[in-house]
């Protein structure tokens, strides 16, 4: 169960698109249309804002989109607010017997 | 509106023994997969253990596996996460969360376990 690989650190200045990549396995994000992204301001609960790869819930701003390749999952953020200035975790679904999970190492956005 | 409330949390010796609980409302408690997910201080989310709906299929992470127990009381509205044989490296802030198709769509404010001598 190792963590997905996701960049330390992205930014990116007020109203410009940025890209979180995460970073799994055939195991995971590979083998699985089940790839969700939660923002965590500081302090706070995380927030579900995409599940199942590129959906997102209701309420949750379409400046936020979700894609997959291979192994690779994507959050792109468009139209950069100040707002948006928080920690971005991935996490998929996992192969197993043990019905489990796995979160990637978050990305810190930051708004220059 | 969906609140999940924690609780149980504290400071514990190594070796010791805790049992969260989260006390969930808004929703048809009976319906839905929970989640547990911690966060050790200053770091990334974790995923921990999950539960079907009706408590007969349950999952955990390698760290805690063998001595973390996921149990739900549906009567209650109540899902619980038993810890026993604890390490310093368990101190984390231990959050509930609902299921809804594998993504974690609701969650509580969390409670801190800190274990320490």
């Known amino acids: 169960q190792s963590a997905l690989t996701q960049p330390a650190s992205v930014s990116g200045s007020p109203g410009q698109s940025i890209t979180i990549s995460c970073t799994g396995t055939s195991s995971d994000v590979g083998g699985y249309n089940y790839v969700s992204w939660y923002q965590q301001h500081p302090g706070k609960a995380p927030k579900l804002i995409v599940y199942?790869?590129?959906n997102r819930p209701s309420g949750v701003s379409n400046r936020f989109s979700g894609s997959k390749s291979g192994n690779t999952a994507s959050l792109t953020i468009s139209g950069l607010q100040s707002e948006d200035e928080a920690d971005y975790y991935c996490?998929?679904?996992?192969?197993?017997?043990?019905?489990?999970?796995?979160f990637g190492t978050g990305t810190r956005v930051t708004v220059l | 509106e969906v609140q999940l409330v924690e609780s149980g949390g504290g400071l514990v010796q190594p070796g010791g023994s805790l049992r969260l609980s989260c006390a969930a409302s808004?929703?048809?408690?009976?319906?839905?997969?929970m989640h547990w997910v911690r966060q050790a201080p200053g770091k990334g989310l974790v995923w921990v253990s999950r539960i079907n709906n009706d408590g007969s299929t349950t999952g955990y992470a390698d760290s805690v596996k063998g001595r973390s127990t996921i149990s739900r009381d549906n009567a209650k509205n109540t899902l619980y996460l038993q810890m026993n044989s604890l390490r310093p490296e368990d101190t984390a802030v231990y959050y509930c969360?609902?299921?809804?198709?594998?993504?974690?769509?609701?969650w509580g404010q969390g409670t801190l376990v800190t274990v320490s001598s």
């Open positions: 969360a609902r299921d809804r198709n594998t993504a974690a769509d609701s």
């Open positions: 996490s998929s679904y996992i192969s197993s017997h043990n019905i489990g999970d796995v």
């Open positions: 199942e790869v590129s």
């Open positions: 808004g929703f048809t408690f009976s319906s839905y997969w």
